[in-house]
């Protein structure tokens, strides 16, 4: 498999993803399955959009006061956070439809929530998923300072205590993507640890005008419709955020930073050491995988392996999907990582 940054894997994927990717065809053909959004999907989708768009309505329209208000801010960001993980994430994976403009049009909620989907894509997709862990490529262990996501990182004299504040920077996450990290990577022409071409007028554009149009409906309308304190909509809209940015980060980071997960480098010509599966199960962990209610809300990631051996299947398959993977890893001897949450934390 050749990858977008010049990364090779030395190895063509053996019997063992074969006989997978045979019997999870299938498992989608014999309960006459399509891989994309079925009606399950379309009801969570559905779901998910009527928690945002409900909780916003009543928001601005004052039917919450104190405490109520304050947890019904933090209600509405749960409900964006579900939209990204829940939504987004399966639209950039081409999951929803064979139809690649129903997939694009449902990606744009990346964009209403103050993401730049084509930024997203080409670090999630394009870098993350074709070279996971490995240092100074896959950009979802891009680090910084106290923040040592890999070994090649150049250790910093705090971070020995990151496991203490480490949650702490995940929660800003959120803010940090939408605010910083992607207008400073535009200005820099960066994809992860990587340069890219030079961005258009309208795509700096674009870039620019959903992260007013994000902080003016989140924010701006909040603060001038609702009759409350100025202090309160700020601590709900604020802490809000920090609790997605903490799920977000437990949820990709716990899956790829266990203490089993490795962190494979590629040769002097660019080769990495294994094929592509064997590569996934050796750097990808889950966790809660027979917990349907985290599954839900992880939009499925919790079962990160499968996801990542089988990207452009819905989410709605994964479990499924993962007993098989399970079964089949048992059966030719290949080690496969599941945690509890608990577990995945710790």
């Not at 928690?51 to 960001?77: E, R």
């Not at 996501?149 to 949650?167: G, N, S, V, W």
């Amino acid at each position: 498999m050749s990858l977008d940054h010049n990364l090779k894997y030395r190895k063509q994927d053996g019997e063992f993803f074969r006989v997978l990717r045979l019997r999870v065809n299938a498992y989608l053909r014999d309960n006459q399955l399509s891989k994309y959004a079925g009606a399950r999907m379309w009801l969570k989708t559905l779901t998910i959009l009527t928690m945002f768009f409900v909780s916003y309505g009543l928001i601005i329209t004052n039917h919450f006061q104190g405490a109520g208000l304050f947890f019904a801010l933090l209600f509405m960001h749960f409900s964006m956070f579900l939209t990204t993980i829940g939504i987004a994430h399966d639209a950039a994976h081409n999951c929803y439809s064979k139809n690649q403009r129903i997939n694009a049009a449902i990606v744009l909620t990346f964009d209403f929530l103050g993401i730049n989907s084509e930024y997203w894509i080409k670090n999630h997709v394009h870098s993350h998923h074709s070279a996971p862990n490995v240092p100074l490529f896959d950009s979802a262990i891009e680090s910084f300072s106290v923040m040592r996501l890999h070994p090649k990182t150049t250790p910093h004299r705090l971070a020995k205590y990151q496991h203490f504040y480490m949650f702490g920077i995940y929660s800003f996450a959120t803010l940090f993507q939408c605010y910083v990290a992607e207008i400073l990577s535009f200005k820099q022409n960066l994809v992860g640890f990587r340069k890219g071409d030079a961005h258009s007028k309208r795509a700096l554009a674009s870039l620019y005008f959903f992260k007013l149009f994000m902080i003016t409906w989140s924010l701006f309308i909040p603060l001038a419709l609702i009759k409350a304190p100025v202090a309160l909509i700020l601590a709900g809209c604020l802490v809000g955020h920090l609790i997605c940015g903490l799920l977000i980060g437990i949820i990709f980071m716990t899956t790829h930073l266990a203490d089993s997960t490795t962190f494979p480098e590629p040769d002097e010509n660019g080769y990495l050491p294994t094929s592509y599966s064997d590569h996934i199960l050796l750097t990808t962990a889950d966790f809660s995988a027979r917990n349907p209610l985290v599954t839900w809300i992880a939009g499925g990631l919790n079962l990160h392996v499968a996801h990542h051996l089988f990207p452009t299947i819905s989410q709605i398959h994964l479990p499924a999907m993962t007993r098989i993977l399970k079964e089949t890893a048992l059966e030719y001897g290949i080690p496969y990582r599941e945690f509890s949450l608990f577990e995945a934390l710790k």
